[in-house]
């Protein structure tokens, strides 16, 4: 059963607009989330997190926001750009194993068109 | 250069036949990981190790089986592979021996089982 939910494959944004990828979880004891970007041909890189105690982080163009009442997280990307297309995973961590289990959605693939 | 390199980056085998993909990190990462990325179903943990001789499941270990033995290397090991093996693997370290630190990926191994 899918604890980290990717809904939407894809998006198609373009260039110099917001991006917002979405992610939602289904398992209370997530405690912290973290954004992998994904070129194709190479391993993911990571992108940014945040811990539940927070509800925003920012970092330059990336903002990822947290609702724990929702168990929903989104990322993102203010302006877009082309080099920001790639496949973006949300991961979270559970708080009651043993810190070393990740959980990945599947994915969403993001274009960013001129 | 610090990075995590993985061997081979391409391999096609048949089903029963034992192989290993290896994977060593020098940046003295206590923390190693394995991931299998398969189209539609993103990114899904294999086994994961939290320091030396300290391994454990992570969501698909069935069919798998690994060992640290020392801190750099991680290595992969199908007994007998299967086609519904085949699949981009890909390695990760991070310092820290949690999932929720930064990790860094190799640039993946792509397996064929016929």
């Known amino acids: 059963d899918q604890q980290v939910k990717q809904n939407s494959p894809s998006l198609s944004v373009q260039e110099g607009r917001i991006s917002i990828l979405n992610c939602d979880y289904t398992?209370?004891?997530?405690?912290?989330f973290l954004w992998y970007k994904k070129y194709p041909a190479e391993g993911p890189t990571f992108l940014i997190s945040?811990?539940?105690?927070?509800d925003k982080n920012e970092d330059g163009r990336f903002t990822v926001f947290l609702n724990k009442s929702a168990k929903h997280l989104s990322l993102h990307i203010v302006p877009s750009q082309p080099g920001d297309s790639a496949v973006y995973f949300c991961?979270?961590?559970?708080?009651?194993?043993?810190?070393?289990?990740?959980?990945f959605g599947r994915g969403t693939q993001l274009t960013v068109w001129p | 250069e610090a990075q995590v390199t993985q061997n081979p980056r391409y391999l096609i085998t048949v089903t029963g036949k034992k192989l290993t993909v290896t994977c060593s990190q020098n940046?003295?990462?206590?923390?190693m990981s394995w991931y299998r990325q398969d189209p539609g179903l993103g990114l899904r943990q294999i086994y994961y190790?939290?320091?030396?001789?300290?391994?454990d499941k992570g969501d698909v270990p069935e069919g798998y089986k690994v060992s640290r033995k020392e801190k750099r290397n991680f290595p992969l090991i199908l007994e007998s592979p299967s086609p519904n093996q085949t699949s981009l693997y890909f390695c990760?370290?991070?310092?820290?021996?949690?999932?929720?630190?930064?990790?860094?990926f190799g640039p993946g191994t792509r397996l064929t089982v016929l």
């Open positions: 990760a370290s991070s310092f820290g021996g949690r999932a929720k630190d930064t990790q860094y």
């Open positions: 398992n209370s004891m997530f405690d912290y």
């Open positions: 945040i811990s539940s105690i927070k």
């Open positions: 991961a979270a961590v559970d708080r009651g194993s043993t810190l070393g289990r990740l959980y």
């Open positions: 940046m003295n990462h206590e923390y």
């Open positions: 190790s939290m320091n030396v001789e300290v391994t």
